[in-house]
């Protein structure tokens, strides 16, 4: 029972100070710090995103989701899951490892 709940705070530790990470890194977004908010909220039960999903969940055009997708990607929030160009899936892989290790 001990180590099931130092597991349980180690993880709720690690998400936190992820959490506390993708703040930072959101706030260097500028004028679609409020989009990447949004999106992340979302993306923390459903930590897989398509382009066309982003674009669905925001409301905002296509380029506009592609867009802030690609600059969640330059800071290191979302890594591509998929190859290609075409149909792209884009995860929070950092928050996903938490649960895996």
Known sequence: MRNS???SIK???????LREDYTKQLGK?????????????????????SVPDAKVI??????TANALI???????VLTQATEG??????CLQSYVDIFRS
């Open 29 to 49: 977004l500028g004028k679609r710090q409020k989009l990447g908010e949004r999106l992340l909220e979302y993306m923390l039960s459903e930590p897989i995103v």
């Open 58 to 63: 925001l409301g905002v055009t296509y380029p």
């Open 70 to 76: 690609g600059e969640l990607k330059k800071l290191g």
């Open 5 to 7: 709940a130092e597991e």
């Open 11 to 17: 993880v709720l530790t690690q998400l936190s100070e």
């Open 85 to 90: 160009k075409v149909d792209r899936l884009f």
